[in-house]
């Protein structure tokens, strides 16, 4: 079953190095559509030769992609962004088929990837250095800022446009080529950026997209010398066994990885705004988000409230294929997803949880769970332990402040954290006590281009977006000029 585009040619089945997609050869992978079942596409993988080939195409391109101006940087940028937007539905309708998220969700991911093109190709022209004070009057010391090097970027299903974006386009703003490895359950939406980046007119090798097994092309890019940095987003599993592998040759990481999320309701909160915002950050994607609310707690005095307010509101979900009108939730990415979130809910009620909602696969098909209200947690439960990565929301009371940050920060995560409150001296507090990279207060969604994305603990190192984003980009080269007073 084939996604009816507007523009068909984006519907790309091989990878694209050196300027050129690749010839169909060799093994193939399958894109299959997890609301139904169906083959969407055979793209071919390629081999770790061919990974290799695609590093040294990045290491020539890089030469004389770095020395492009900024400002021309920042004019190719703007065209990827602009090709982005003006083919949101098509880019929306290839990954609601891979993937299975709503359909406006798709266009939301594709929005949000395109503005990092935007933000970072503005963010180009500001890579400024530095002239500091000298320690004596015949030197001048400066600092300039210069391009890392050949990056390889692995990316996972979850979001397939926005975690490329943001990591190509500071890549390409710093001046660095790049060589991407997207998830294998979503190579068609990496691929089809590619071609809108080709239109756009990244030259020749600067961005190069590999599809494939991870044991072909992940070596390939860890053991590479010319590759200078790796940046992943995934699980914090897959990130450890990459920071060992890119040791021996000494690289420069960022990790994007997993989290568990807190979201504390305190008794002066809206409660309405909570239960909206609880609802949006557990259930966007089917709760398939590295952000997503895994745990939340309630204050005692107001904990049955909020439940009976959360379960209405998770009833009115409507479960289905995401290219169809008015869906909110769609299925799970694959048939292993849905076992996983069923065996946490299994272990968690088997110790005590009770099911307030759901709790079960749907009969709507395989890859499907419903969205799923858990009452009476405890810190011991697999559902508090693990990143659930499904719609489930296990919701535990606490008694007052202290015990909601204990229970927040233990945890070995620290990605996004939420809360909910209306006193100022608690906003402070909170913020500054949780142990996360973010916090949103009385806010759900937390994430856009302009701000600093990341976190701490195990979910990782580094950031992605704002104006600190580039900077993992990017190597500080100090010159010492003397002689100056001869
Ligand atoms: P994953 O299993 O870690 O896979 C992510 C990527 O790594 C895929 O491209 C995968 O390729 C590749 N990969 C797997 N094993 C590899 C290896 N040994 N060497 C090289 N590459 C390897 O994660 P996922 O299931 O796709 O994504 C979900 C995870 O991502 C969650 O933990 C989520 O929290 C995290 N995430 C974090 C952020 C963030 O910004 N912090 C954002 C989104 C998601 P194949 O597909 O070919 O196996």
Known sequence: MKPELSDPSLLRTTSYVAGR??????????????ATGAAVAEVSMVTRSETEAAI?????????????????????????????MAHQEDLAIIMTTEQGKALAESRGEVAYGAAFMEWFGEQAKRIDGDVIPAPSSDKRVLCIKQPVGVVAAITPWNFPNAMIARKAAPALAAGCSIVIKPASETPLSALAMAELAERAGVPAGVLNVVVGASSEIGPALTDSPLVRKLTFT???????????????????????LGGNAPFIVFDDADIDA?????????????????????????????????VDK?????????????????VQ??????????????????????????????????????????PTVLTGI?????????????????VMSFADEAEAIALANDTEFGLASYFYTRDIGRVWRVSE??????????????????????????????????????????????????????
């Open 21 to 34: 997609w690749m010839a169909a050869a060799g093994n193939s992978l399958t894109a299959t559509n997890p």
């Open 56 to 84: 040294s195409a990045a290491h020539e391109a890089m030469s004389g992609w770095r020395d492009v101006p900024a400002k021309a940087r920042a004019q190719i940028l703007r065209r990827w962004f602009d090709l982005m």
């Open 234 to 256: 995934g699980s914090t599993e897959v990130g450890r066994r990459l920071e060992q592998a890119c040791a021996a040759t000494l690289k420069r990481t960022s990790m994007e």
């Open 274 to 306: 909570a239960v909206q915002g609880a609802l949006i950050s557990k259930y966007r994607n089917s709760g398939q988000t590295c952000v997503c609310t895994n745990r939340i707690f309630v204050q005692d005095t107001i904990h049955d409230v909020f």
């Open 310 to 326: 959360l379960v209405a509101a998770t009833a009115e979900l409507k479960m289905g294929n995401g290219l169809d009108e008015g």
């Open 329 to 370: 939730q769609g299925p799970l990415v694959n048939e292993k997803a849905v076992e996983d979130v069923d065996r946490l809910v299994r272990l968690s009620t088997e110790a005590g949880a009770q099911v307030a909602l759901g709790g079960m696969r749907s009969d709507l098909g395989p890859c499907y769970y419903q």
């Open 378 to 394: 405890t810190s011991d439960m697999a559902v508090f332990r693990n990143e659930i990565f499904g719609p489930v929301a296990p």
């Open 433 to 486: 006590a949780l142990d996360y990279g973010m916090v949103g207060v009385n806010e759900g969604i937390i994430s856009n281009e302009m701000a600093p994305f990341g976190g701490v603990k195990a979910s990782g190192s580094g950031r992605e977006g704002s104006k600190y984003g580039i900077d993992d980009y990017l190597e500080i080269k100090y010159i010492l000029m003397g002689g100056l007073d001869r």
